[in-house]
């Protein structure tokens, strides 16, 4: 069975310094990846996707995340933090072979950013 | 193009009764999932339906049940509930075609409480 790890249930951060949330996944075979952000009272926004293409992926509000099979991780940084950044993060896999869309998400990790 | 979305939004409900959640995908969107978040286990999956069929199921009790209509509104029925149930209950809806990737978009979720 698949299962995803997140070091790190919160982490803190300045504006303007680089956010850095780490996963690691358990999987026989590299699976589809995928990093969302909740924002309070809403529910999951896509920020990227890796499927078995470039292994460093870019996503939405400057994230980006890099495939590293050799240490099955897919962490997701950004260079600067801004306070919009501040939301819950969760990576999620799901098999490449899987049937249907099941997805199975880490524990989370809550940015705060800090003035 | 409108999001998923769900209702209610929110919902109080007391120990033994019943409760129905619904669901509407996106528009041409024939799968439907839902996950359960709570604090203490995070997001899990419960069910996946496909054009009226479930594909998936997770580890969840019998009294989570679920259907899907024929324009792919999907509902999920919880019976007997719990003070353990209390949670955000969220839909994603995604093409379901098979085989590659299909990006789940989330809907905002229902909040139920059981008191």
């Known amino acids: ?115 | 193009k409108a999001g998923v979305t769900q209702t209610p939004r929110y919902l109080i409900k007391t120990r033994g009764q019943q409760v129905t959640l619904s669901c509407s995908p996106i528009s041409g969107h024939r799968s439907v999932s839902w996950y359960q978040q709570t604090p203490g286990q995070g997001l899990q999956f419960l069910f996946e339906y496909f054009s009226e069929t479930q594909r998936n199921k997770g580890n969840f009790p019998g009294r989570f049940s679920g259907r899907q209509f024929s324009n792919s509104r999907s509902e999920m029925n919880v019976s007997t509930l719990e003070l353990g149930d209390s949670a955000l209950y969220l839909c994603a809806s995604s093409l379901g075609t098979s085989g590659g990737f299909n990006e789940q978009f989330f809907g905002p979720g229902t909040r139920l409480t059981v008191l």
């Open chain 1, 1 to 115: 069975a698949q299962s995803v790890t997140q070091l790190g249930s919160h982490v803190s951060v300045s504006e303007g310094a680089l956010v850095l949330l780490r996963c690691n996944y358990s999987s026989s075979v590299p699976p589809y990846l995928f990093w969302y952000v909740q924002y309070p009272n809403q529910g999951l926004q896509l920020l990227l996707k890796y499927t078995s293409a470039a292994t460093l992926v870019k996503g939405i509000n400057g994230f980006e995340a890099e495939f590293k099979k050799s240490e099955t991780s897919f962490h997701l940084t950004k260079p600067s933090a801004h306070m919009s950044d501040a939301a819950e993060y969760f990576c999620a896999v799901r098999g490449i072979k899987a049937a249907g869309n099941k997805l199975t998400f880490g524990g989370g990790t809550r940015v705060l950013v800090k003035p």
